[in-house]
């Protein structure tokens, strides 16, 4: 039997990197750090939701917590004069309190802007979540989030899959649409994924986005004439 693997889980080390990058050479620190990163990605969930969240990555030492946001909405998380930011840093350091860490470290967040939203698996599920919850067809859902996502240059290949009591139906079901190419077997392949929910009155609908975005190779060249030099010449 088959068993399918994230595409993300399968490029670290090859064109991805750890979403948490911190070492921990003590046991209890590995606990502490685990529970107060599932902690913190939970917080920022509920209190992001809506605002185009792509990623969130943390990174940290001994003395300090450096929190890495990446949105295609960054106004709306800084707020005027900085006061997102501040309440949420603020809200960030009384849930460390209610944990009861060792130590307490020092609370920094970054917000960087995600440019192009097409590229982003994440933010483009998002916008079908939005979709889907404001009662529009979920073909018509798929279909313009398909040609809005091809219509950027960077992007290759796309492929969206919406799962549940679709349009109210009594039974459940799975629908997929798909243009361009989805590499899953290739390593180098720039493979975005993610999954999100859509909550509407008669049951929760699943959404699946992947999104292709050319390849990576070791040399730090894209897709193109010197990709092709970089491959290895098949011998009969």
Do not use: C
């Not at 889980?9 to 107060?36: P, V």
């Not at 917080?43 to 939701?49: C, M, P, S, V």
């Not at 349009?167 to 989805?182: S, T």
Request: glycine share 8%.
């Amino acid at each position: 039997m088959t068993h399918i693997a994230h595409p993300y889980i399968q490029r670290i080390g090859i064109n991805r990197d750890w979403k948490s990058r911190w070492f921990a050479s003590d046991s209890k620190k590995y606990r502490e750090y685990l529970r107060t990163d599932a902690a913190i990605r939970k917080y920022l969930t509920r209190k992001l939701k809506g605002m185009s969240v792509g990623s969130v990555e943390i990174e940290r030492n001994e003395k300090q917590v450096r929190i890495l946001i990446k949105t295609a909405r960054p106004g709306l998380i800084i707020g005027r004069s900085g006061e997102g930011a501040t309440k949420l840093r603020q809200g960030i350091d009384l849930l460390l309190r209610k944990l009861q860490l060792t130590e307490k470290p020092e609370v920094k967040i970054d917000i960087e802007e995600v440019r192009s939203i097409e590229t982003n698996a994440t933010i483009v599920a998002q916008m079908m979540v939005e979709g889907l919850e404001k009662r529009m067809p979920f073909r018509r859902v798929l279909k313009q989030t398909v040609e809005k996502v091809m219509a950027n240059r960077d992007v290759e290949g796309v492929r969206v899959i919406v799962s549940g009591r679709l349009a109210g139906a009594d039974m459940a079901r799975k629908e997929e649409l798909k243009k361009g190419r989805i590499p899953l077997q290739t390593l180098r392949a720039d493979i975005d994924f993610a999954r999100e929910r859509a909550i509407l009155p008669y049951g929760v609908i699943g959404i699946k986005v992947w999104v292709y975005r050319g390849d990576i190779f070791s040399d730090g060249s894209s897709e193109g004439v010197v990709a092709k030099k970089s491959l290895p010449r098949r011998v009969r």
